[in-house]
Nanobody, 121 residues
């Protein structure tokens, strides 16, 4: 089994910064894409940023230039540096990862439990 554990959420004023971390543990052979999603109250979950094992990144238009996704493959950890935060960034942030647990298996998508980010105006 594989677990993803997020940390780093909290309350911050508009214009401030937070850094989220998501560590994957368990029976891991390799991880392909790791990503951050968010879900605000009453809204659908949306993709914030994604990064491949090779370091290729993709961002939602709403966070380009403010958020940076990175990963440490040796630690099976993905990070989200969030700068210039806005009240509309308030949401529960989730990470997910495409994980293969052995060399013969398929990639399976795992999710973390989420961490709350609240940006006050």
């Amino acid at each position: 089994q594989v677990q993803l554990v997020e940390s780093g959420g909290g309350l911050v004023q508009a214009g401030g910064s937070l850094r989220l971390s998501c560590a994957a543990s368990g029976s891991i052979f390799s991880i392909n894409v790791m990503a951050w999603w968010r879900q605000a109250p009453g809204k659908q979950r949306e993709l914030v940023a994604a990064i491949t094992s090779g370091g290729t990144t993709n961002y939602a238009d709403s966070v380009k230039g403010r958020f940076t996704i990175s990963r440490d493959n040796a630690k099976n950890t993905v990070y989200l540096q969030m700068n210039s935060l806005k009240p509309e960034d308030t949401a529960v942030y989730y990470c997910n990862a495409d994980v293969r647990t052995d060399y013969r298996g398929s990639y399976i998508l795992y999710w973390g439990q989420g961490t709350q980010v609240t940006v006050s105006s």
